[in-house]
């Protein structure tokens, strides 16, 4: 009976927060000590979103994209940006075949499933924003020809939140294309002592293996959008974006955009859980990395030392919160 049991257990497909854990648990033995960091860096690519992740040099963001590649057997690209990077070094260029006597796309680095844009902040706006068209729409337009991005597609994009020297900002509009903005912070002691032990992880990534196919990446996304959001907390995340676009102390409020983009979040984050309903306590635990980057805050409250996670903390607390029944 008990060999039985364990032969249908074998076969049974795992259930979406096992494969979440699992990719989880694989980057976990390259990234020490960044359980938070990297469950959100999962759930972000589950969401269909991009990630920005803003923090000092040499903290293991390039290792974090490296190991969410392996491990869902993705194409892995990087672009290192600076002053004089082109348009053309990020999306490719047309050649022209002779034998064929026709033009061929020479693909770019942005034909990947994840993209390293590494101090995206060091290239000009011209450059940061042939990345806008791939990040939105997951395709590619050159001299006239549209070239759609396989699934998954995520932008794991970094930049120096010190060094300001030689750098462009990134404009609203780019911004508002992150699902998420993370920091990865220093490492604890136990963890740090880990990375000197294994003389920085590089052998521990050289040997990471797939944990699933990148296939596997995409019906996980499929199947997070049936994770029901009734309309209480629809409402709720109207009611939230409405107190953004009024608020005294910001510029700028929540984009339609950054609405969809969380309600994408919340139902990966509860289908995670096992869940098949997202309820008001996602949307307060995802609030700060999927909209503080995209609020502006005005003069007058940046020179209080207001920050847009102080307004929306504020927002958030005193916003009423939905009683709802769970499904619908």
């Known amino acids: 009976m008990m060999s039985a049991v364990s032969a249908a257990e ?3 497909a795992p259930s979406f927060p096992e494969l979440f854990s699992q990719i989880e648990d694989n980057i976990a033995r390259v990234v020490r000590g960044k359980p ?3 469950h959100l860096t999962v759930l972000c690519l589950v969401a269909e979103g991009h990630l920005l992740v803003e923090d000092v040099p040499g903290v293991g963001k390039t290792s974090l994209a490296k190991a969410l590649a392996r491990t869902v057997d993705g194409v892995f690209g990087r672009i290192q940006f600076t002053p004089d990077l082109l348009p053309s070094d990020v999306l490719g260029t047309a050649v022209w075949n002779q034998r064929e006597a026709t033009f061929e796309l020479r693909q770019g680095p942005v034909f990947a499933n994840i993209l390293l844009a590494d101090e995206i902040n060091r290239a000009s706006p011209k450059t940061q924003s042939a990345l806008l ?3 939105a729409e997951e395709q590619v337009t050159l001299d006239g020809s549209t070239h759609p991005l396989t ?3 995520m932008v794991i994009a970094t930049q120096n939140p010190i060094e300001h020297q030689g750098t462009y900002p990134l404009p609203e509009s780019q911004l508002d294309r992150f699902l998420m ?6 490492p604890a002691r136990d963890d740090e002592m880990q990375v000197l032990a294994s003389d920085g992880g590089n052998q521990a990534l050289a040997d990471l293996h797939p944990v699933v196919p990148a296939q596997h990446v995409t019906a996980m996304a499929d199947y ?3 994770v029901h959001v009734g309309d209480a907390l629809s409402g709720y995340l109207l009611d939230l974006a409405a107190a953004t676009r009024s608020h005294h102390h910001l510029a700028l409020g929540m984009s339609p955009r950054a609405v969809l983009g969380l309600q994408r979040a919340v ?3 509860a289908a995670a859980e096992g869940r098949s309903f997202a309820s008001p306590d996602d949307v307060k635990r995802l609030a700060r990395v999927v909209l503080a980057h995209r609020l502006i805050v005005s003069p007058e409250a940046q020179l209080q030392g207001i920050t847009s996670g102080d307004v929306l903390d504020e927002i958030v ?3 009423a919160v939905p009683r709802e029944t769970p499904a619908g």
């Open 267 to 269: 139902r990966v984050l």
């Open 36 to 38: 938070e960091l990297i």
């Open 224 to 226: 997070a959008r049936r």
């Open 151 to 153: 699934r998954p597609f």
């Open 133 to 135: 068209e791939s990040m």
């Open 10 to 12: 074998t076969d049974r």
């Open 181 to 186: 903005r993370l920091t990865v912070g220093y």
């Open 317 to 319: 607390s005193r916003t």
